[in-house]
């Protein structure tokens, strides 16, 4: 599934695209990355990578790709 990425949690600025899937152990990757810390921001999600960086996406959309993918991402952190 590809999700529109945001420049900041508080800038609506759309970068660009992402990729995000999920293995048969329900780690989800992004771009290629894994995702370590799913961090709900309200509005956007930020998903921070196991290589480092950060993506920032609509949390809405996010919760699309954890449904459609069965479950809830390991990784979640209550806010």
């Not at 970068?15 to 293995?23: A, F, H, K, L, M």
Request: aromatic share 10%; charged share 20%; net charge negative.
């Amino acid at each position: 599934m590809r999700l529109q990425t945001f420049m900041a949690p508080d800038n609506w600025t759309i970068i660009g695209e992402t990729e995000v899937r999920v293995d048969r152990f329900a780690r989800y990757y992004v771009d290629g990355a894994q995702v370590a810390i799913v961090r709900p921001m309200g509005v956007f999600t930020a998903l921070v990578c196991a290589d480092g960086t950060t993506r920032y996406v609509m949390t809405s959309d996010w919760s699309e790709v954890k449904r459609l993918a069965g479950g809830t991402a390991p990784a979640d952190s209550a806010t």
